[in-house]
C-alpha cells in the first residue's frame, strides 16, 4: 500500500491538529505497531523555474511521420514561450506544468532552448512520469481550471516536496488496505487521538424524487450486501483536483476522469472498492446472482469472457455487466456521453472473488481488497462518500435514496478474555486497564463482566477471534520490543521419558556403529509383497490405505520399515554407492489391529471426551519400528587388506546392539521367515517373544527387487521390547582377572548359543564374561560334531582369584553343559 506522507498527516491531524512528524518518525512508528515498510521514496528534486502555464494556442505539424504540436504557452511572463510537444491530451486553455530552460528534472534532464522540428522550443510540457509522481505514460499533466495561475511554482501547486511511503499489508490485515486502517495503526504509533472516517458524517442531500433503483441478491451469490443510488446531470468529462490525482497515481492508479478517480479514491481511503455504472445504459433491476453456464461479458480491459457457474456477476434485464468485485462491464461503462451514474458500493464473498480472478487471469485493485475481506458495515458508509464526492468534482445531484439490500449474517462472537492475560503471556507487567484501552484502540467494543473482559471484534477485523488474538494485538500495539529476552528455566525432574530415551539410544548406538540414518517414504510402493512372496494371509499385507494418497501408486501405509529403505539402498547403489549402512527408526501401521471406523466429527466445536475416546480406540496400532541394512563391504579394503564383506552376523550385532542399549537380552534363534534367507537369517526373542528379524535377505527376493545377491537386514519392533528404567551403579573390581580357554564337542545340530548359555549357568558369580572365538568341524572330533572354544574371563569383587578357583569354576560349567545340551571337554 503505497501512500503519501502529507496524507498520512493530514489524516492523524484530524484528531491533533498539531501533529506532525518526519519520514524516519513515521516509517519507526509503522514499524512499531508491526508493518513492514517496504519503501520510502522521496519526490525526486527539481531545480530551476518549473512554473504553471496557460495554452494559449496550438499550431498542428502534419509534415511529420507522427503528429508533432507547435504551442504558445503563458507562463507569466510578457509573451507567451514557444514550446513543441507531442501529446494529444491537452487544448487551448488547459492548465500544464512548464519546465523553462535551466530547470533540471529527474534523471537528471536538464531542459534548455534547442530547435526541433523546424523550430524552436522554449521549454517542455510535462507527464507525470517525467515529473517523477508517478507513472503515467499516456500523456501531459493538466490541472483542472483555476488549480493556480501562470507562472505559479509549479513544486508549491504539485506538493513536490513530499515522500511516497509504501507499506507491506500482509493477507490478514485487509483492513489497512486503506487510510482509514493504516491511520488508525499510525495513530496507536504516535498515541494521538483518530478520527474514523469509515462511520460516516451522515447521507448526503437528495435533491431529486428518482426511486430507489431496485436490486436483489440471489442466496447463492454468497454475496451479503449490495447498495445503489443513482447522481444525475453530471459532467463525464471533468478533470480530478491535482490533490486528488496525486494521491491516486502514488497510490499506483492512473487518474482517469472525476467519476472514475472519485471510486478510486473512496477505495483507496475507506478500503471499500466503489463501481460507477452509466445508469442509462443499466436495463431494469440489478441483480446479484452467480453466472449461467455459457453467458459471456466483455470487461474493462476489452475482452469478451466466457463465465463459469462459480462467478458471481451483476446482471440486469439484458444479463450480466459486471464480474461482482473484480471488474466492470464494456456495455455500461461510464465514458464522455455519460449524464447518469449508478453508484455500486456492495459486499462480495472473498473466497468466489478470489477464485473468479484466478480463472479469468484479471488483477484488480477492487479484487485485492475483496480478496482479504472489506468491512460489511462500510457499504452505505462509501456510498454516501462517493456520492458526495462525485457531485463535489463532477457536478449533479443525488437523485433519489439509496437501495440498501442486506442478507442476514452471523452475528461477531463476543470473546471473553482475563485482563492479564497478555501480561502473562508476555511476562510484562502492564499498567492496569493496558487491556481494555489497547483492544479500544482497534475498535474493539470492551465489556466487563466479573473479573474478566467482554471483547466484540469490529465488523472490519475478522482476523479477531479468540483470546491469543486480542492479546496479539496488546502486545503488538504495547511495543514487542519492550518485550523482554529471557530463556526460560526448565523446571526440575523432567526430562525425556524412557521410551524416548530409549529411542534417542538405538539411534546413537547405531550411528556410532557406523549407520546412516534415513528417513524412508512413510508410504509402501505397491505389489511390495507380491515382490517378497508373502503368503496371503501374512499380517504384514493387512495395510491402511488412505483416501487421498499423494501418489496413485502408493495407497498403504508402511507395516513394515523395510520396503523404503529397500528403495533407498537401491537408488544408492545405482548412483554408484555400493558399500551401504543404512537404519531408520519410525511407526508403522498395522491395519490388522484397526478398531471400528468412526464417522466424520462436527469441527464446529471441541468434540466431547466420548467422541474422543472412540477416535482413539479407532486408530490401528502404531508401534515404533527399527531397521537396518548392509550391503558390500562392512571393514573398508585398503593396503591393510581386501576389506570384509558384510555379512549376516552383522546384522545379528547390530541387533544385539539394539538390545543392550534398550537393557533387555536377546536370544537369536533360527528361522525361515521371508524376505529373510532360510539358512542365514534368525528371529529375534525376548523373554520367548518374538520382537523382530535378522540376517540376510533371500536370494530371490533380491533377484526379483533388483538389489545385490548379498544384502543384509534386521528390523524390530522396539516398543515390543520391555520398557527398563533401570539405573545400577556400576561396580568395579580392583582384583585382577583370570583368562582361560575352554573346548567343547558337541553334535553339529546344537546351536552355539545353548552351549554358551549352559557354561554361563554353571560357571557361577564368578565370571564376568563369556565369547565363542574358534568354531572347528573334522575327523579329529568325529562325524557329526563340532568342537566350540570358548575365552572365559573370572574375577571376584572381594578378592585375588587364584588358577585353581578359575578351574574350578571352568569344569563347573562344562558339567553344566554336559548336562545340558551333552557336550564333552576336548
Known sequence: MRLPQSWLTEVLRDGTPDWAASTDEIDAGFVRVGFEIEDVEPFPEITGPLVVGRVAAIEELTEFKKPIRFCQVEVGEDAPRDIVC????????????????????????????????????????????????????????????????PGADAREVLGLDDTAIDINVTPDRGYAFSMRGLGRELASAFAVPYVDAGLGGGAPAVAGTREPWPVAIDTDSAATRYTARVIEGVDAT?????????????????????????????????????????????????????????????????VTRTLDPEDVVIADESGPIALAGVMGGAATEVGDDTVNVLLESANFDQVR?????????????????????????????????????IVELAGGHIAGDLTDVRLDTAPITPIEIAPGLPDATAGVDYPAGTTAARLREVGCVVEEAGDALLVTPPSWRPDLGQPADLVEEVLRLEGLEDIPAVVPRAPGGRGLSAAQRRRRAIGVTLAADGFIEVLPYPFMPAGVFDTWGLASDDPRRAAVSVLNPLEADRPQLNTTLLPGLLEM???????????????????????????????????????????????????????????????GLRDPAGPWGPGRVADAYDAFEAAREIAAVSGVELTLVADDTLPWHPGRSARLEVDGVTVGHAGELHPAVL???????????????????????????????????????????????????????????????????????????????????KSLTFALTFRAGDRTLTEDDASAAKMAAVERAADAVGARLR
Not at 376 to 383: G, Q, R, W
Not at 576 to 598: F, N
Not at 723 to 751: G, I, R
Open 238 to 302: 471533468a478533470q480530478s483536483p491535482w490533490w486528488l490525482a496525486k494521491r491516486l497515481l502514488v497510490a499506483g492508479i492512473r487518474p482517469i476522469s472525476a467519476i472514475v478517480d472519485a471510486t478510486n479514491y473512496v477505495m483507496i481511503e475507506l478500503g471499500q472498492p466503489l463501481h460507477a455504472f452509466d445508469a442509462d445504459k443499466v436495463r431494469g433491476a440489478i441483480t446479484v446472482r452467480p453466472a449461467q453456464a455459457g453467458e459471456t461479458l466483455e470487461t474493462l480491459d476489452g
Open 569 to 631: 539402498t537401491a537408488r544408492n547403489i545405482a548412483r554408484g554407492r555400493r558399500d551401504l549402512a543404512l537404519y531408520a527408526v519410525g511407526q508403522v501401521v498395522l491395519g490388522g489391529d484397526q478398531g471400528p471406523v468412526v464417522d466424520a466429527l462436527d469441527v464446529s466445536s471441541r468434540p466431547s471426551d466420548d467422541d474422543l475416546a472412540a477416535l482413539d480406540a479407532s486408530l490401528p496400532n502404531q508401534p515404533l519400528y527399527a531397521a537396518a541394512v548392509l550391503t
Open 86 to 149: 507531442g501529446a494529444r491530451n491537452f487544448a487551448v486553455g488547459d492548465l500544464v506544468v512548464v519546465a523553462l530552460p535551466g530547470t533540471v528534472l529527474p534523471g537528471p534532464f536538464e531542459i534548455a532552448t534547442r530547435k526541433t522540428y523546424g523550430k524552436t522550443s522554449d521549454g517542455m510540457i510535462c507527464s507525470v512520469t517525467e515529473l517523477g509522481v508517478g507513472n503515467d505514460h499516456s500523456g501531459i499533466l493538466v490541472l483542472a481550471p483555476g488549480t493556480a495561475e
Open 353 to 389: 472473488v478470489f477464485r473468479t480472478g484466478k480463472r479469468h487471469k484479471l488483477s484488480s485493485e477492487a479484487q485485492k481488497r475483496f480478496e482479504r475481506r472489506v468491512d460489511p458495515e462500510l457499504a452505505a458508509v462509501a456510498s454516501d462518500r462517493g456520492a458526495s464526492l
Open 703 to 785: 533377484e526379483r527387487a533388483g538389489l545385490p545377491a548379498r544384502l543384509c537386514a534386521l528390523e524390530i519392533d522396539v516398543d515390543a521390547l520391555p520398557l527398563t528404567e533401570s539405573l545400577p551403579s556400576p561396580t568395579v573390581s580392583p582384583f585382577p582377572a583370570v583368562l582361560q580357554d575352554v573346548n567343547v564337542v558337541v553334535s553339529a545340530d546344537v546351536a552355539a548359543r545353548q552351549v554358551q548359555d549352559a557354561l554361563r549357568d554353571g560357571a557361577g558369580e564368578l565370571l564376568e564374561s563369556i565369547s565363542l572365538f574358534d568354531v572347528f568341524t573334522g575327523e579329529q572330533v568325529g562325524e557329526g560334531n
